[in-house]
């Protein structure tokens, strides 16, 4: 048993909040909406990590998963952008701050229709944040029509028979460098919570595509993006743990040649537990194929799909100092008196 | 062809009184040839001779190999308008010769490349050969530079026929190449040796002058962009975004180069800023949106194109109340237009940019020191009204050199807005309360924390959609209403802090002048004709939209007042009218667009008319 | 909690006038509860009975488990306002019930689910219970449907209270299920058990009586979407792209569903038309001037946040002359705004849309026989002018069922406006010349070629950059002007074909009154009320921009004129003034923008508020 | 020889031709640009495919690269739309008349950096078009700054050095299940020409990234999209020819197992003539792999990386009419007078 779990059964954790300090408010969200579920394992791995909830800023776009972060961390500073440009907000805030925790929340319409673009650019950016896409084939909050993500062939009732095939949120991320992969399912809430964990424990962006159905208007059983479906078709890679740097001592031990470690760059831990197969997740190649295949098998493959733990963050490309941007003063931002002088020798004066 | 050249124009130079100070160069080339080098020493002398002087580049929107004009006005009573007709050329490019001397003065000058092959249609002008092949050949320089160096055949010549002095041109060229002697030796050598040539070899017909003068002592050349970029250092900017396009590309590029000397702390290495070059303008307007309500100075700079597709983020910014800056360097639209031409074209597309009601801030500059002082004002602007300030710029200031008055030290210590730390927060709520959209001080204006702050109650909810004072969400249709009210107040406290207006008048005017920006040389100029010819005018500059009560007073102060602007539809006057329904038959509409900046000549002849059709 | 509910209004029916056909139900539900279809079913029924009717559905922007109201106004008048004042509510949601109670007229009804349980806080109104679990217990459906069945227990106990004819309501259901028996019948049966249970239970102790009328005969009821959407059908809408929002999306859903019945060949299943979903509304407005370009009727439906997405593609449409429709089913902004409530707000972007000089046309419907209209009317202006066409509809419009006049099939053969096919262009070209941009005509609009013409002097480059005539790429400044005067002349081409205004006016009246859309049925009942006052008004309601003859010839005719519309700025009298300078003083603001249509009784108060400052 | 090559001999094609119909407008480009070799190509591939010039469609967006399509196929309707959306603009047009042969020429910063969304969503929906980008990895029109598919490091006059991955357009045609991938390099004119027939004789999208040196702005020995860069690192995936269906009889023998033929779903074959390996271009895990091996060895691959012919296009998926949309008259297009009374009648009349 870690720390942070034994923290958790005495009713607060290591810095001595309770759950409650990291809900939201009620969700308006439908009855049983896969972004619940979510919202769900947002408050429980950030209460297990012990982050100060002032030390997260959340972002997101429009759509109900973009309303989800309303429902949780109401000690958070929160923007809820534009539809599909959410990317770019983020990136913008979290300059302010570098120390906050970026925690983004998107839909599948949100990221792979209208956002597509600032999506791959924040990735390529490799901004430090996690990047959530609570994805559910369609767009829920305009009433059911299909997003990017949709399968193939798939029927809505106002909108006819879809006949794209979907965009695949990891095959994308892969793409454009992502440095941390990982595909889950609402369904399979220890598996979202521990991805969760290891995402924001992450030096650059962390992807994560989380099957999350609508209840309301894309449940079918055997569409996709249902519960039913992911529940009969989910293969996971591993099964996974993650362990907080400071809880290294507490790790569990797996029998040998039965888990791979992936270290993080601040020292955590995620242990992946062989199942079916072993699997790589710092192999960029394995990573295309298992996504290929799985799509082939209409499988809905779950677990870390890829991590380069060490690539440096956008953040890492710049020399800031350690006081965050928005803390400095006139002082820090205006350049002497003196200077007035120089530059306009620059000018030709 | 030199032979073919006529030479009618028999008089002696003694013959005709000598024009001092007072014409106009045009430099006629190709684009991606290197000249701007060799016209900006021109321009860089003459403006060392103590003489003042303007340029405006002519320039397509291509890399290479298209007609280029740069026109350097030399004027001792120091107008700076573009002028319509020029007193010299130096033909380069043969593909516009034949053109390029119907916009000679008759009696001009022509320093034609000895390659123009084309007999020349005028016997009114003076022609003087140029052999430019011959006198760039000896040069040692590396062969990809070999058309850059004949350009300086013609500064060198030309120094001969005007009369400037070597030595400033080899200060001009120690500038230009930031004291690298090789460079500026090599050139030096091109020009001293057609200087040279031309002292043997050319006998001068024509009129034209240069005396040196003391009148831009203590001046600064420079282009706004350039200001702007200095001026936003100065404000301390902390985030850039932008995406390159002309004619703003230069303008963050201007960032990106000076920021290293001013902001970054030469020990440590570490800076005070980012520059972000963003995938798109969407995308560079959602980093401004999200580096503001992170409590950064986030700026861009666009032009209309990049514009359009911010409207839905400045609505967002607007509506969530987040500061930030825009530079719209204007440019020739509707769409991709005219991109490397000048106008005043965006006015009421940011008037009302984005859906449902909006309001900016815009500000206008004329010059490059007001480039300078709107670059760091407009973020105590916006931060204080929390609201996005978009400066007005456009080509002609952007890109073009302009003499101006040095850069003034900002006068005021920052203004960072209403804006709550930790401590702060905590005052705040033990003498009542905070809400992030409670207009506490009656102003319009709320209070706002930004991320980082961990007071554990400074966190709130940004979003585009309807919210209450405490930044719930809202649906209520009264807390809606009272909400985007409350907002609109703003404008009133807008009034009070943006630049005024800068009034001139005469005795005795008979009617008035409002314009912005870079109309204002022409204005300027076309009114001392004006008072020539016996018209006394008064002018109003405008420098921000909300208009200030000095506005309104000289509206009424007025019978009849010319909106002189850069666009189609008379922008500027459509939004006097909104503004003023009281006085709407005041306003009389000059407009026109096409791309150049406008000329004294065209303002007076049209207030002219104007007046003529009015009695 | 049946017991605590005060019942102090001991008058029987007998002791107060009934009052007939002239009240407002408001429906108090929770959205995803399937609440939609019951009161449809009330409305149908009573528009069925001959009874004029107007449902306004309040509702929020999520998708389940969120306060709902859904008011039919029913009026013997046929006033189809918005009423301020409830005379019956029919109560199911608790988290709302002591709010909604303030809304009700003393004396008004309260038909309550006996699920609440607090205490009302008025007893001056009447409770009626109303066992809403017990009554639905017994219906045999599938459990999903469970809560969808219990909706129908308050129509049953509603058709008693009121007098709604079972008869009446099984042909509503009918038509609600397309004639499906069992959901008809299942339905049907817990209205009709529910009916005999009030009938049984109850004691009618209100005024509120349904009596049939003939004053609905011969017409329809439909929502402006649907409308908007067969009317671009029988425009030969063939390219439609979209991208969902609300309160838009039913509009190219309703064309989904419509253009196979009427657009696809039923033997061999050729279609006629195309719709793409677009991956954003930028996307959308691409495929818009794509298809637009190459001869194509295509159109798209937005909003606000979609509409500022668009800008950048709409002023290439205007410089690159193509046309295009798009309808703007506004809702309130700036921003994300309140998604689902109406707004007349985007008026003033349209107006300016995108940067340098633009204009588009703008049509105003206010009704779905309008809506229908131009819904085919909009192409031909298109077509006609070669410019985008904005149609400025609203949610309230787009998204309320409204009764109508019967859609008319066009009166008029399409107009394709100038393009010429192969030997068109072959005629032309004998006669003379042609050139994309030519005027010929003098009418500022020139002819075109599309795609697929084979005469090998069809081809054209179109662009966003400067051209000529010939659609050769210039940067020249006189031809840059050229062109876009001539553009600019379009706009009194279009004053010619855009729908003239709609004038009512009265004997003697003291001021004029203009508006657009959706603020008209408010207008109309205000002026009646005011006429009752003896105050006489004229109103004109503008269809369209730019303004025709008619609408100066109003203004011409009325010192003082009130501008009423659903925004915060005053939009439309923004664009009055800029276009009558002359009459500027004579036009009053009336704006308010809080997400609801506006009522008659605002309208009124306004009206005389003002009136009485002015005297 | 074939038969278009043995018409050209005589001055004109098949379809009685010249060259001289194919051509544009003079260059106003830079000299040695590579975006003039490429529209060289492109004259030469209609005009050996006996193509109607009348028959080409072209788009472009905003750039250097996108000006290009003035200086070819003077005779064919072109619209240069707007910088990054030309996707959706061809999308439309060529719905107007499905027989015309869409030509798109874009850059790498109007495709990869603000049009990448499009970009994407064109292919998704497997519009039939050829699709070229002019990769200079830098922005030449607006003077030199970075493009999304500059190479992380590279330096520029006024932009200090690029710390991003460059996106690579033909993994993300891949990603988005382009059905026709390739890449050449404007050094490489044959190789340019015989892809370019080919992807126009293809049923869906024909993406062709093709490396086009920036001259002006780009070209320095050691960069990825310079000449000489280009000319040291090519390597060839195999040797391509296409032969137009109605040159079956002509097509070019090769050795027993050297070769290995695409047939195309005109019947059209393009056959590779194998190199250093056999490649399988229908392949699609190998066309992720050996882009991916390529990047790693900085190696400038080229040939047909991806092609699968018989995939429905996006016109496959409507089923319109033979006359083309545009030509509808309005007896087609306007439902009968009596269909109004029904139509009233659904709106509970
Ligand atoms: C620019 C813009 N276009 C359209 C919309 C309307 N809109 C709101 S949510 C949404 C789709 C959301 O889908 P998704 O991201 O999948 O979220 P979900 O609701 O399924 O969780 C759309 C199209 C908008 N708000 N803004
Ligand atoms: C919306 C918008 N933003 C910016 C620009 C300015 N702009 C013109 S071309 C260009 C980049 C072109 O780069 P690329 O596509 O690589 O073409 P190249 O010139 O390199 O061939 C930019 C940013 C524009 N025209 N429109
Ligand atoms: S509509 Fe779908 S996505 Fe939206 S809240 Fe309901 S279940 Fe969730
Ligand atoms: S700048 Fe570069 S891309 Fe543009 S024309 Fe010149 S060489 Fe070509
Ligand atoms: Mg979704
Ligand atoms: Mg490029």
Partial sequence: MTDSQSASTQGTNLIGLTRADYRGLPSTLCQGCGHNAISNQIVAAMYELNIIPEKVVKFSGIGCSSKSPAYFLNRSFTFNGLHGRMPSLALGALFADTSLHGLGVSGDGDTASIGIGQFKHLIRRNVPMVYIVENNGVYGLTKGQFSATAEKGLTLKHEGTNIFLPVDICLEALASNATFVARSFAGDPKQVKELLKAAISHRGIAVLDLISPCVTFNNKDDTIHSYVFGKEHEVRLHDLIFTPARDMLTVEDFEEGTARDVELYDGSVITLHKLEKDYDPTDRQAAFRVLEEAREKRELLTGLIYANPDEPSLFDQYKLPEKPLNRLTEAELRPAKETIAEVNSWMFS | MTQSMPNVVSETVQDRKMIVNDFAITFCTVNGSGSATANMTVMRSIFKMGVPVSGKNIFPSNIQGLPTWYTIRVNKDGYIARVEKDDIIVAMNPATFLKDLEYLVPGGVVLYSDDIKQTPTRDDLIYYPMPVKKLSRGVDVPPQLRDFIANMVYVGILAWLIGIDLEVIRYALAFQFKGKKTPVESNFGVIKSSYDWAAENLVKKDVYRLEPMQATEGLIMTDGNTAAALGAIYGGVQLVSWYPITPASSLPEALIEYLPELRKDKETGEQTYVVVQAEDEIAAAGMLVGAGWGGLRAMSATSGPGLSLMNEYLGLAYFAEVPLVLWDVQRVGPSTGLPTRTAQGDLTEVYFMSHGDTNYVQLFPAS????????????????????????????????????????????????????????????????????????????????????????????????????????????????????????????????????????????????????????????????????????????????????????????????????????????????????????????????????????????????????????
Wanted: charged share 30%; aromatic share 10%.
């Fill in chain 2, 368 to 615: 490059v020191e007001e480039c300078f002082e709107f670059g760091w004002k407009a973020f105590d602007i916006a931060e204080r009204l929390q609201m996005p300030v978009i400066v007005m710029s456009d080509l002609d200031l952007g890109m073009n050199q302009w003499m101006g008055k040095p850069f003034v030290y900002p006068d005021k210590p920052m203004d960072r807005g209403k804006i709550l730390w930790e401590k702060d927060l905590q005052e705040m709520l033990q003498k009542g309360q905070w809400g992030r959209y409670l207009d506490i001080d009656d102003d319009g204006i709320p209070y706002r924390t930004v991320p980082g702050n961990l007071n554990p109650k400074s966190a709130y909810f940004a979003r585009g959609t309807g919210h209450d004072e405490f930044a719930h969400y809202s649906e209520e249709p009264e807390v809606w209403e009272r909400v985007l009210t409350r907002i609109g107040k703003k404008v009133e406290t807008a009034r009070l802090i943006v630049p005024k207006p800068v009034v001139h008048s005469m005795e005795g005017a008979k009617f008035g002048i409002i314009a912005i920006g870079t109309a204002d040389p022409a204005i300027e100029e076309a009114r001392a004709k004006l008072k020539e010819e016996g018209i006394s005018t008064d002018y109003l500059r405008v420098r921000a939209l909300p208009f200030t009560a000095e506005v309104e007073e000289f509206i009424r102060a007025h019978e009849r007042i010319y909106v002189v602007e850069l666009n189609r539809d008379g922008q500027l006057r459509q939004i006097l009218l909104i503004n003023y329904p009281q006085y709407a038959m005041r306003f009389r509409k000059m407009a026109r667009t096409n791309g150049l900046p406008l000329s004294a000549r065209w303002v007076k002849d049209e207030i002219l008319a104007q007046e003529a059709k009015k009695s």
